[in-house]
């Protein structure tokens, strides 16, 4: 196939949907969308609490770390979206964008552009918020932003808790400050998923100028005298070339793009000389700075039926699914992680460096044996962490997974402020407000007490908060992979639009913050090619 198209998306994700949303707005821009992975046709795509069946299969790639060299060799399981909307359309839809002074902090590493003020437009155009309408949200744009459909009351008996411990409740953590505890706003309308895939992708798919293919695994991006011209797919026992006139955006995700950029052969030289990737630009930057949330959970059990453990019985799923289409209230409307927060673990932090999510069951994802009144979970993460991981090849093999190195707690600093985290979660869970619904402990439990107790308990029972960041890292100093306007330097013609293009990853779930930097990144490509 020859036939040419002015943008070639390359990933359906959080961002490769905004960005064909956006760049065909104008008719005259012919533009394609490749995603690998299949039409989120499943229901479980649309329903809140299908969540919890994402992280495990459906709509994954299904790839591990590789063991955590100063986590006892721990494997992870780290889920990363093989489906159109990508993490959006798998996720826990927990809207926050991390704290202003991230992106201050951007703009003071040479990344001109991306202070708060500059940033905080965006996010606003994005956003059809169901409750706030004011300087920080908007209302009218594609994304569904909504509070809670179906909260209960052991998400106040929470905050309640916290407060005794001096964390303030705060109705809106995206808004002025981020500080305290409170109800997530959420990426649903209605009481369904708003993935970028329906709010953005699915009202543009009757254009002329946009092309949407799954099932479309990208092998290399084509370079012909340093500048992208297309892009190589595997098409039934061969291969096929399309080829593109403006621009390849490359939006596969913190793992995803740095690995097709190394099987292209850009990237470290001595890592592709070893795996046997033909070198076209020794960049050293791809694939290096991954940085990611680890989470460390407390499991109670609980002293009645207060969370929705009881739904995962045949009955009682058939009674919440009934409810759900009736009324859209109940069990299915829950994403099980709309209630948290943010607070400090060292008291001297310039904004919160913990986060909680409380979730409404017993694991949910990690998995625990069923409680006789079920359970409630609370995680943990902090949210800066020092160490810096690698994405990288296998082989030379487009099908191998790649080697995913988050490098947990390489600096000892991030296993300290875990801990302490770890340690605030189980505090809050301790408090009189919680004893009418809470019965006991379960994890860690009342054997874990010593230092090397919570370090054992954790390398037993962490996992990733899926948050991914920093392998193409944008800058203004010749070592970054891409500049301020996401072009890789090097190459013409090619960009990164992702959350691999965050120089410092955020303190706060990352799919928001990736939602704008789609949206950002669709009026520099505009200015830049006069579209």
């Not at 155009?125 to 409750?131: A, W």
């Not at 990288?392 to 801990?419: F, G, T």
Request: net charge negative.
């Amino acid at each position: 196939m020859t036939q040419d198209y002015d943008f070639i998306i390359i990933g359906g994700g959080s961002a490769g949907c905004v960005l064909a949303a956006r760049l065909t707005e104008n008719p005259d821009a012919r533009v394609l969308l490749l995603e690998a992975g299949g039409r989120d046709w499943h229901p479980f795509y649309k329903m809140p609490a299908g969540f919890a069946k994402m992280t495990k299969g459906i709509g994954s790639w299904g790839w591990n770390s590789v063991p955590q060299r100063h986590m006892n060799d721990m494997v992870i399981r780290f889920t990363q979206a093989r489906v159109l909307g990508g993490g959006s359309s798998i996720n826990a839809q927990i809207y926050t964008r991390g704290n202003a002074l991230d992106y201050d902090e951007w703009r003071q590493m040479g990344c001109t552009g991306w202070s708060y003020e500059e940033v905080l437009p965006y996010f606003r155009k994005s956003e059809d918020n169901d409750t706030y309408n004011d300087r920080y949200h908007g209302q009218g744009g594609p994304l569904g932003v909504s509070k809670p459909a179906a909260p209960l009351p052991i998400c106040d008996a929470y905050f309640r808790a916290a407060g005794q411990l001096g964390i303030p409740f705060n109705a809106d953590m995206t808004g002025e400050t981020q500080d305290g505890v409170g109800f997530y706003q959420l990426t649903q309308k209605h009481a369904r998923r708003s993935s970028t895939s329906v709010a953005f992708l699915d009202p543009a798919r009757g254009r002329p100028n946009l092309t949407v293919r799954s099932g479309a695994q990208v092998l290399r991006i084509v370079v012909e005298g340093g500048r992208a011209v297309g892009v190589e797919l595997a098409s039934g026992n061969g291969t096929e070339i399309i080829h593109v006139t403006a621009e390849v955006l490359l939006s596969s995700g913190a793992i995803g793009s740095p690995r097709l950029l190394m099987l292209s052969g850009i990237g470290p030289a001595d890592h592709l000389e070893s795996v046997g990737v033909p070198l076209l630009l020794d960049q050293p930057g791809v694939g290096s700075d991954l940085q990611d949330h680890l989470d460390l959970f407390v499991i109670a059990e609980c002293s009645g039926p207060y969370t929705y453990d009881r739904y995962a019985k045949p009955w009682w799923s058939a009674v919440a699914g009934l409810q759900y289409l009736l009324t859209r209230k109940g069990p299915v409307a829950s994403s099980l992680f709309e209630t948290g927060g943010f607070w400090y673990a060292e008291k001297d932090a310039r904004s919160p460096d913990i986060q909680f999510h409380l979730g409404l069951g017993s694991g949910i994802e990690a998995g625990v044996a069923a409680m006789p009144n079920g359970g409630v979970t609370l995680n943990s993460a902090y949210l800066r962490p020092r160490s810096r991981g690698t994405v990288r090849l296998a082989s030379a093999d487009p099908k191998a997974a790649p080697l995913i190195d988050p490098n947990y707690w390489a600096d000892p600093h991030d296993r300290e402020m875990s801990i302490r985290g770890l340690k605030m979660a189980q505090e809050i869970m301790q408090q009189d407000a919680l004893k009418p619904m809470v019965l006991r402990e379960v994890l860690p439990g009342p054997d874990v007490r010593t230092d090397q107790d919570y370090f054992d308990y954790a390398c037993r029972n962490a996992k990733t908060d899926h948050h991914p960041a920093g392998t193409c890292r944008m800058g203004s100093d010749e070592s970054s992979v891409l500049d301020t306007r996401l072009r890789l330097r090097g190459i013409e013609g090619l960009r990164v639009v992702d959350a691999s293009v965050m120089p410092r990853l955020v303190s706060s779930n990352t799919n928001a913050p990736t939602i704008m930097i789609a949206e950002k990144a669709a009026d520099m490509i505009r200015a830049d090619n006069g579209v």
